[in-house]
């Protein structure tokens, strides 16, 4: 039968291990305690630096690094705002882009542009320009069974027509307009003896003096409440001449810092806000001798 010694390593022969743990206990006094080894007053350990807590550069550093920390996190918010404006505001100029492109459509069939609106035979307005372009749009801008379905037989308000009054098609409406709008237009003629959609009557290029390039054809609104079937418009005569006016009868929109309009010649001009009056009433004539940039 084999006997085994057990030996507690680490401790001379010569020290108990009771006597070991006493002078361990002493490394850790502190001077100011009592030594009898029950740890009061006992100090940190040799060669740990005290606890003085952060430096205020490292708090400093740690308040500026959560700043741009948090605006870093805001900007991408930010410049999607920016972007979805922007797009909002390219959309808006391509609809007038295309409106502007039927209106030239129709002058090459007619040889004039279309009147503001059609009258019935007692001289009422019947018909509104944004109807009597439906079937001028390029293919693909409008649904053709909309076209199709409009009736010149009957007022814009008859029973048949009033059944396309929530089908309006996307060119007439702003993407900028909240809450989208299923029967309101943004787009609107200015009529007067002097613009460019003379009431009833129509406009040949010869009578446009100023010349096409410098003169406003349509307009864009905001919220003006407008059905898109219905003959109804802006009255120079009534207007007020600046762009996004608090009187609300006037040119404006939804888009920060002015609004579009759409000139004779088929392009797109983005009117600021600041805009003077005289520069935009010379806009809107047909025949003032004046070329406005």
């Given at each position: 039968m084999h006997s085994y010694r057990v030996i507690e390593v680490g401790y001379p022969a010569s020290r108990s291990r009771t006597a070991a743990m006493t002078e361990l206990d002493d490394e850790?006094?502190?001077p100011a305690g009592n030594g009898n080894g029950n740890g009061a007053g006992r100090a940190a350990p040799r060669g740990t630096p005290p606890d003085k807590g952060w430096h205020p550069l490292v708090i400093a550093f740690v308040v500026v690094l959560f700043t741009f920390g948090a605006i870093a996190l805001l900007m991408?918010?930010?410049d999607g705002i920016g972007l979805h404006q922007a797009s909002e505001k390219a959309q808006c100029s391509n609809n007038l882009k295309q409106i502007g492109m039927a209106l030239h459509n129709y002058l090459s069939r007619e040889g004039t542009f279309p009147p503001a609106y059609f009258i019935d035979s007692h001289g009422r307005p019947m018909?509104?320009?944004?109807?009597?372009?439906?079937?001028y749009f390029e293919q693909g801008v409008i649904d053709p069974e909309v076209a199709k379905s409009y009736d010149f037989d009957e007022p814009w308000d008859g029973p048949s027509n009033r059944k396309l009054a929530d089908k309006m098609p996307a060119v007439y409406q702003c993407p900028a307009e909240k809450p989208a709008q299923a029967?309101?237009?943004n787009y609107v003629a200015v009529v007067g003896d002097e613009t460019f959609s003379p009431f009833a009557a129509a406009r040949a290029v010869a009578d446009i003096t100023d010349g096409l390039s410098n003169t406003i054809a349509i307009v864009e609104v905001g919220a003006a409440g407008v059905p898109w079937v219905a003959p109804r418009d802006l009255d120079f005569a009534q207007?007020?001449?600046r762009v996004n006016s608090a009187t609300g009868y006037g040119i404006g929109s939804r888009h920060k810092g002015g609004a579009n309009v759409l000139l004779a010649d088929g392009s797109v001009?983005?009117?600021?806000a600041a805009t003077p009056p005289e520069s935009l009433r010379a806009l809107l004539t047909i025949a003032d001798g004046e070329a406005t940039k």
């Open positions: 850790y006094a502190s991408p918010s930010l018909h509104s320009w944004r109807v009597i372009l439906l079937p029967h309101t237009t207007l007020d001449f001009r983005f009117l600021e």
